[in-house]
């Protein structure tokens, strides 16, 4: 069974490259394209494709606006030539992030990415898009590289902190900022796998090392990558409460 393709696109040359970049995939099958954000929200809804390539900067509503307004949920890969929309794509679950001009061999990657996760059925809708306090926890953050946008399994987090602009997101050996408080990520975090362990820290209890109570009796944190963190007195008591 194919996986049907919605493009929404104002630009007619990208609509054009999107739709020759999908002709190459046996697996696709385009269904529709939409010049505008409010026809993108009313195909989207009316068609229920299993994924759509959605451009952010567009005529009568912005791709993110159209997201976040959709009655059904496909698989979501947004194209744009703009980096700083990368953070609200990852809050909205998108499965990737095209940044223009982008190749076939980077358009092949994405959607090598959506069908190995599987795109939501044709068939499912769901009333809208959960909120953020109670949508289910997030899969994958989207990280800025070297000038690369690239998606990062949440399980692979090592630890978050925060300051007062940036969080800091460690993961795979290396450090990565996100524009997002740690506030506004801890409720999309599993709780049975992440711990505030301070105000500006939170932690993947899959890679802490050991902890160790100082005189306070607060735990010093070791991570695996030879990280240590503080935890406040609560977190400490939790940590301790859990222990067999």
Do not use: W
Request: glycine share 4%.
């Amino acid at each position: 069974m194919k996986t049907t393709v919605l493009v929404c696109e104002d630009e007619p040359l990208a609509r054009e490259t999107l739709r020759d970049f999908i002709a190459a995939h046996l697996q696709l099958q385009l269904v529709g394209e939409a010049g505008d954000g409010r026809q993108a929200l009313q195909m989207a809804n009316a068609l229920a494709p299993a994924l759509v390539f959605m451009d952010i900067q567009m005529p009568e509503m912005n791709g993110l606006d159209v997201v976040r307004q959709l009655q059904v949920q496909p698989a979501i890969v947004f194209t744009t030539a703009y980096d700083q929309h990368a953070v609200t794509a990852f809050e909205l679950n998108a499965v990737d992030y095209l940044l223009k001009p982008f190749s076939q061999q980077r358009f092949d990657q994405s959607v090598a990415r959506v069908l190995a996760e599987g795109a939501a059925p044709r068939e499912q809708a769901l009333a809208a898009l959960q909120s953020p306090a109670v949508a289910e926890p997030l899969q994958r953050i989207l990280v800025r590289d070297r000038g690369r946008i690239f998606p990062l399994a949440v399980a692979e987090i090592e630890y978050l902190k925060s300051d007062s602009k940036y969080t800091l997101v460690a993961a795979r050996g290396q450090h990565y900022f996100v524009r997002v408080a740690l506030q506004d990520l801890e409720p999309r975090l599993n709780p049975e796998r992440f711990l505030r362990v301070h105000r500006n820290a939170i932690v993947n209890l899959d890679f802490v090392e050991s902890m160790r109570p100082d005189e306070q009796s607060q735990l010093d944190i070791h991570m695996r990558d030879g990280t240590q963190l503080l935890a406040n007195r609560e977190a400490s008591k939790r940590l301790r409460d859990s222990a067999l």
